[in-house]
């Protein structure tokens, strides 16, 4: 069973541009969860999608956002990049509205903003 | 607030030792309770997680936790330690709040392992 996968495993951008990040979740789970693990700020919880839909999402200005797909999959677009936005953004997925189903995470995506 | 403590954020210990690493949670609730582990440039892997029942969970790698719930604890424990298990680890809940589920993660514990 092939597990989270997210895509570019690396991202450089510049300040002001706008970056696209991919996950693709286990086959058979609905939600998708992204957190940014920025150093010294350890894992902040980001945004959270079930079934199309945006649930939940974390202390974050709007210019993070993201969509989740009818496999889905997500998108996880940050605008208007700032130099603190560089950080490792992970991915999970879950079979279950959370609780009683662990959290699955894939390898991240790296981005640099300069 | 709902909240995750782990007071150590570096631990170095021979190959071979003992190895506990603490925990300490606020939630009101019966909490969802989770130890990752994540090696450089990776993501997280699960090693055990605590839902109910026996509060002593056994996990992979051989690692095993204990929750306490008079102490708000779930201390992560392995009995000798491999040059391998050399990363960082996160303690989390999961937390329903506002009808919403979220992991709250620790700051992390960084091990390190001398040969």
């Known amino acids: 069973e092939a597990g989270v996968t997210q895509s570019p495993t690396h991202l450089i951008k510049t300040r002001g541009q706008q970056a696209t990040l991919r996950c693709s979740p286990i086959?058979?789970?609905?939600?998708v969860y992204w957190y940014q693990q920025a150093l010294g700020l350890g894992l902040q919880f980001l945004l959270w999608?079930?079934?199309?839909?945006?649930?939940n999402r974390g202390n974050f200005p709007p210019r993070f956002s993201g969509r989740q797909f009818p496999n889905y999959s997500s998108e996880l677009n940050v605008n208007a990049l700032e130099l603190e936005d560089s950080a490792l953004y992970l991915c999970?997925?879950?079979?279950?509205?959370?609780?009683?189903?662990?959290?699955?995470f894939g390898p991240g995506t790296r981005l640099t903003v300069l | 607030a709902q909240s995750v403590t782990q007071p150590d954020i570096h631990i170095t210990v021979s190959e071979g030792a003992s190895l506990e690493l603490r925990c300490n949670y606020s939630?009101?609730?019966?909490?969802?309770l989770f130890w990752y582990v994540q090696s450089p440039g990776q993501g997280l892997q699960l090693l055990l997680k605590?839902?109910?029942?026996?509060?002593l969970v056994q996990g992979i790698k051989g690692f095993e936790a204990e929750f306490k719930r008079s102490q708000s604890s779930f201390n992560l424990r392995k009995p000798s330690v491999h040059w391998s298990d050399a990363a960082e680890y996160f303690c989390?809940?999961?937390?329903?709040?506002?009808?919403?589920?979220?992991?709250?993660f620790g700051s992390g514990t960084r091990l390190l392992v001398r040969p």
């Open positions: 999970a997925s879950s079979s279950h509205r959370g609780g009683l189903n662990e959290q699955f």
């Open positions: 086959s058979g789970h609905t939600s």
């Open positions: 999608y079930d079934e199309g839909e945006e649930r």
């Open positions: 939630y009101g609730a019966t909490p969802y």
């Open positions: 605590y839902f109910s029942g026996d509060t």
């Open positions: 989390a809940v999961g937390a329903w709040m506002d009808s919403s589920y979220k992991l709250i």
